[in-house]
Nanobody, 123 residues
Framework: QVQLVESGGGLVQVGGSLRLSCAAS????????MGWFRQAPGKEREFVAA????????LYADSVKGRFTISRDNARSTVYLQMNSLKSEDTAVYLC????????????????WGQGTQVTVSS
């Protein structure tokens, strides 16, 4: 069983930056591809970004390309989401996820999920 705990959420201004962290515990962190998803009130959960466990491979949703960067620190079993140039539409609960299957954007391939951290972007 993998446990994931997100942190770093909060209230930021439009155009500001925020870095989310996801700390993992359990089986080898390097055996998992990691992803970030988000869900706003009344909206479906959507893919944000993902990173592989081996080769430096990443995936990003079109809505965040050029603004968000996903990275991982295997020594600390932590994945990060650096968010820059934040917009009001980025407001959502951000969830960290892990998969032992493959890197991808589909929620169903992710085996483990954190509880989420709230990000609110205001004017």
């Amino acid at each position: 069983q993998v446990q994931l705990v997100e942190s770093g959420g909060g209230l930021v201004q439009v155009g500001g930056s925020l870095r989310l962290s996801c700390a993992a515990s359990g089986p080898s962190f390097t055996s998992y591809a990691m992803g970030w998803f988000r869900q706003a009130p009344g909206k479906e959960r959507e893919f944000v970004a993902a990173i592989s466990w081996g080769r430096e491979s990443t995936l990003y949703a079109d809505s965040v390309k050029g603004r968000f960067t996903i990275s991982r620190d295997n020594a600390r079993s932590t994945v990060y989401l650096q968010m820059n140039s934040l917009k009001s539409e980025d407001t959502a609960v951000y969830l960290c996820a892990a998969t032992s299957v493959r890197l991808g954007i589909q929620p169903y391939i992710y085996n483990y999920w954190g509880q989420g951290t709230q990000v609110t972007v205001s004017s």
